[in-house]
């Protein structure tokens, strides 16, 4: 008899060994998929959900690392069969758009209970329900991103609960494209660096034991990137472009003080803090893989969901933008994807959100793949958020 196994994201890592850019079909994302599939393949680069057709992409083939999983604790069930517990998935951001599809998705498995980690604990309550999360399936815990204080709270009161950690899914994002003049998080960190960047960052590096811990199959931590941050695609040459420079703004602080809001030590630009935010995310992935990976089994990922248009993150874009979005991206750049859509396809087998074309790895732009920066990055980062 087949054991019965929940995956989140299985199969995909983002360390990079040699180039990256590999099509990825038949990848499982919040799959469910039985004991002949434990066998996981490992690849590099970041993964997308369909935004080009595959034609516009190089392929280049990577050496994939192939990890072979077994399956965690199992409990006899009353005939005698045994079944994998439930996993255990955090979920920044669960509150609206990805973040809440992909709670829902998850949750109608059965086989997962979602932790919501959000920062506004109502709204989270009322998306849970009004989606129709069942209430065995989800926790709300209270993180606001944008305090380091919060975020320690948080894994303190998520330590203090017992469940074991399977899975971290790093989703929540703020993007403030209209602002003119930079906001702050707690500790006075540019806010969408702070909060997209930062902020996982430390929860990350606070809740690694936990999932070191975790004795599930495939344990894993993801991060949400975006094709955006990629200078190497024409969505990611729409300015102002992603860019950190020698890191001297992010060295300094990113307060506005003494130091730059920007990473790149430049004028405070809402739009590329949020691109930038997303290069530190894919960066930290890698670092962490090369870092982590092989002392603690964990996999590090970071996606591209497709542009979900009509989500929260575009809030603060002006209304002719948030008019036009959605047409644009559906007609024109064939990248769109409902949220209805990416509700029913987290829960499907493959990576593919779109209905012509299946999922594929998306080749980082230079800077998003330079192992170097992504030390410095990492190293920075640390002794922004007091870990070193
Ligand atoms: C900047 O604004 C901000 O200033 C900056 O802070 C930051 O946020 C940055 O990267 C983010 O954006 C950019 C500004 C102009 O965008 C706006 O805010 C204005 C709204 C523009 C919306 C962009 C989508 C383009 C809409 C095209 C129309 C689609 C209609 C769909 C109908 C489908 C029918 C089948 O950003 C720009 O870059 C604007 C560029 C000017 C628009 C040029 C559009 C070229 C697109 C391709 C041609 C489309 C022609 C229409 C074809 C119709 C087919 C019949
Ligand atoms: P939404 O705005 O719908 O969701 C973002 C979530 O982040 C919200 O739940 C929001 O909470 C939460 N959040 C914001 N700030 C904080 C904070 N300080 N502490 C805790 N939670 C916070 O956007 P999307 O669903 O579109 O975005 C999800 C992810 O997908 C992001 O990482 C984004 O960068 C990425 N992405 C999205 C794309 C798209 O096309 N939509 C494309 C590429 C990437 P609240 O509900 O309280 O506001
Ligand atoms: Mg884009 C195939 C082309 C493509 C794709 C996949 C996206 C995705 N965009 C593409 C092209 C273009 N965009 C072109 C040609 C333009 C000029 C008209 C354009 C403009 C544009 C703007 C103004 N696009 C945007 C914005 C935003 O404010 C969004 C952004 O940059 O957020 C950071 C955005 C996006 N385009 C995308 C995706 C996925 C976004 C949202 C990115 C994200 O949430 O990370």
């Not at 998705?105 to 709204?123: E, P, Q």
Request: proline letters at 4%.
């Amino acid at each position: 008899m087949a054991l019965q196994t929940s995956f989140l994201l299985a199969s995909i890592s983002i360390y990079k060994e040699g180039k990256s850019n590999v099509f990825l079909t038949e990848t499982s994302f919040f799959g469910v998929t039985n004991s002949s599939h434990l066998k996981a393949e490992f690849k590099s680069s970041q993964i997308s959900i369909k935004n080009f057709r595959k034609r516009e992409l190089p392929i280049v083939t990577v050496k994939a690392q192939t990890a072979t999983t077994t399956p965690a604790i199992t409990q006899g069930a009353p005939d005698g069969k045994k079944t994998l517990r439930k996993g255990n998935v955090i979920i920044t951001g669960a509150s609206s758009g990805l973040g809440l599809a992909t709670a829902k998705a998850l949750a109608d498995t059965g086989k997962w209970h979602i932790v919501m980690a959000c920062r506004n604990f109502l709204k989270a309550e009322r998306a849970a329900k009004s989606v129709g999360i069942d209430r065995e399936n989800y926790t709300v815990m209270h993180l606001d991103l944008a305090s380091f204080d919060s975020i320690r709270q948080f894994a303190d009161t998520f330590q203090r609960s017992d469940r074991p950690l399977d899975a971290l899914v790093c989703n929540a994002a703020v993007y403030l494209p209209t602002a003119k003049d930079p906001s702050y998080t707690a500790e006075g960190f540019e806010l969408s660096v702070g909060t997209n960047h930062l902020g996982h960052f430390l929860l990350s590096r606070l809740l690694l034991d936990d999932l070191k811990k975790s004795d599930y199959p495939s344990k894993r931590l993801i991060i949400v990137g975006s094709i955006t941050g990629n200078t190497n695609t024409l969505a990611g040459n729409v300015p102002p472009k992603a860019n950190l420079g020698d890191l001297r703004g992010l060295a300094g602080g990113l307060n506005g003080l003494n130091s730059s809001p920007m990473i790149d030590g430049g004028e405070f630009d809402g739009a590329k803090a949020y691109k930038d935010s997303k290069v530190c995310n894919m960066l930290t992935m890698q670092e962490f893989h090369r870092r982590y990976h092989e002392e603690t089994g964990i996999t590090f990922a970071s996606l591209y969901p497709g542009c979900i248009a009509t989500t929260g993150l575009f809030r603060e874009h002006i209304p002719l933008f948030r008019l036009l979005f959605p047409p644009f991206q559906k007609y024109i750049t064939k990248g769109y994807v409902s949220e209805e859509e990416s509700r029913k396809k987290a829960r499907t087998v493959y990576w593919s959100w779109n209905k012509n074309s299946s999922s594929f790895e998306n080749q980082l732009s230079k800077e998003a793949s330079d192992p170097e920066k992504a030390r410095k990055v990492c190293e920075v980062s640390e002794k922004l958020v007091g870990l070193a």
